[in-house]
């Protein structure tokens, strides 16, 4: 039995509807960025609002984007061990990744090759799952001495060249060696130390957030 025409007219518009619908509210889902790091992102000695994924959050809202920084900093892991907990830590639902690891590789003197070949495997696989990086950079200790710097230090700029992330040279810039900005164990940033990496580290966070957009 053949379909009136106006019959017809309100299914297409309906259909018509219902696209635009699901169009608009996917173009209206937040980014989720996923921050895999140690105790640096999981801010030992401060309140869950004053970490640096609470702050990264509130201040890329505060410039208008649409997103939620999951918090998957372990205190005390390594490059190795964020390697190990990679898949489970950066789920199906990750849209970018801040890779913010090895500190603790460097304050234990870890031979800079295992920590090269750990974050080597780390972004392989992110690259393999096509997400943006920000790859957070770190320095080795002065104390550690001058050949420790020269093979550790230049990790991250020739990994972040060779898979083509975003790198942010130094996550505790601004911050590192200044007591005004750490907690009494002179090492962890206090909720003003935060502020001051999530303000140094937003216009690099916002490129990566740039290529999800033109994922999209």
Known sequence: MPVPIQS????VGALCWLVAGCTAQAAEEPVQIVALGDSLTAGPGLEASKTFPVRL???LRARGHAVTV?????SGDTSRDGLARLD?????EADAVIVELGANDALRGTDPDI????????LARLADRGLPVVLAGMLAPPNLGADYA????????ELADKYGVVLYPFFLDGVAGDSRYNLKDGMHPNAEGVDIIVERILPTVEAVLARVDESR
């Open 57 to 59: 959050e509130s201040a």
């Open 115 to 122: 920590t090269r070949t750990a974050l080597d495997a780390i």
């Open 8 to 11: 017809l007219s309100r299914i």
């Open 150 to 157: 020269t093979a550790f230090n230049p990790i991250y700029p």
């Open 70 to 74: 999951v918090d998957a900093g372990v």
């Open 88 to 92: 489970w830590s950066v789920g199906a």
